[in-house]
């Protein structure tokens, strides 16, 4: 959306999450909650965005720096008309300024572009998201003339007088026309029981000066919960768990019971694939067509799978690669691994990949066969078809051929002796 411009308020403390944390960066799914929001709008095509920061800022900036998105400071939280006058400089009069909140996590891509669009084709000079609620307490409360135009917001703190006569809500989510909001922001001011600039003082200024003020109802009112309590965030997300999962269930896989099942966004399923009872999947993980996943299996960021492999029961993974039709069923630990094809991975064989100091790799060739409870201190190398023993124990540094066997602690090469009919083929 050329010459619009997102503006993120974030500068509360959120004071009941009761935490040194800001808000807008407690974690929903692996993700700062915040990083929800700007992620909808830049899919929503707004691709300058600012965050208004203020208790917490340094850690908010942090978190953005180098993704592109600008921060401001909101030096004294004086409310949020005065959180958008603290990014009025990143504001040009011409354009277009979508405003929205950090701690509405839930917000969708689909519904700010429908907002937009009104806002564009109905050439408004603010157009707001609202709802219908059967308890708007706590809310700002719409209010319309007799032709059913909007004419002001009542806050909840304010609205004594309105509210019996309405149950239609502010969202907070609204575009202005740039020139319109920097104008009318001029003209707010803190007359009211909280001594806070609000910017929902814009809608009655507006309108009063005879401008145009539309609205778009929410559909899912899901989408607009803010959290404000750890109790609000497990809320978020557990709705951020179901979307997830049953855009994953249309795609054509099958999720046992999506009730103790956890996966986080970024992530890749292919068709037919089944995810068992209590698997989490973590951010970054692409999974193939085919596949058995868990039960209790935990797959972490950098999980590569092909087709037709399985992954058992408390099996973790992180930054590794496993090819097509491979098995890990039980209790396996492999990190910064990389295998092979119709692999057999032994219940309880594990990769050492840290030594204190560096993580290192460990690679295992096709069709090789690693026996139970072996320990594989990386680096290592594994060669095709080859067989490790039960219990071995394979120091760092070891390159095992193609076809070799190798059993012990330490491990050693086995050398067939002529006539030793010993099979390595499973
Ligand atoms: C606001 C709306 C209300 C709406 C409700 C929806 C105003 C005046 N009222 O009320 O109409 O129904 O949201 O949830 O906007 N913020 C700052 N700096 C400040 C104050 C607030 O950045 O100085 C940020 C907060 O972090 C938050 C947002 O602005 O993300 C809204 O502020 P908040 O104080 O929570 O407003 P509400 O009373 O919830
Ligand atoms: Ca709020």
Partial sequence: ???????????????????????????????????????AVSKAAVKNIVVVTGFGSDKVRDFFYGAGIKTVVQKKLLGSADAVGAAKREIGRSGDVLVVYGDTPLITAETLKKLIEKHKDSCASLTLLTAVLRDPAEYGRIIRDTAGRIIKIAEDSEAREYKKETDEINVGTCVFKSADLLDSLKGIGCDNSKR??????????LSAGGKRVESIAMEDLNEMIGVNSRVELAAATNVMKKRIMEELMASGVTIQDPATTTI????????????????????????GENCRIGPFARLRGGTRIGNGTEIGNFVELVR?????????????????????????????AITANYDGKNKSRTFIGDSSFIGVGAIIIAPVKIGKKALVGAGAVILRGTNVKDGATVVGVPAKVLRRRSGDRRKTDR
């Fill in 320 to 348: 590794t690669t496993i090819a097509d039709s491979t098995k890990v069923k039980h209790h396996t630990y492999l990190g910064d691994a990389k295998v092979g094809k119709n692999v057999n991975i032994g219940a309880g």
């Fill in 264 to 287: 986080y966004p970024d992530v890749k399923i292919g068709k037919d694939t089944i995810i068992y009872p209590n698997t989490i999947i973590e951010s970054d993980v692409k999974i």
């Fill in 196 to 205: 806070e600039y609000y910017l929902t003082d814009t809608v009655g200024i």
């Fill in 1 to 39: 959306m050329k010459n619009t411009i997102a503006i993120v308020l974030a500068a509360g403390r959120g004071t009941r999450m009761k935490s040194d944390t800001p808000k807008v960066l407690h974690e929903i799914l692996g993700k700062p909650m915040i990083s929800y929001v700007t992620g």
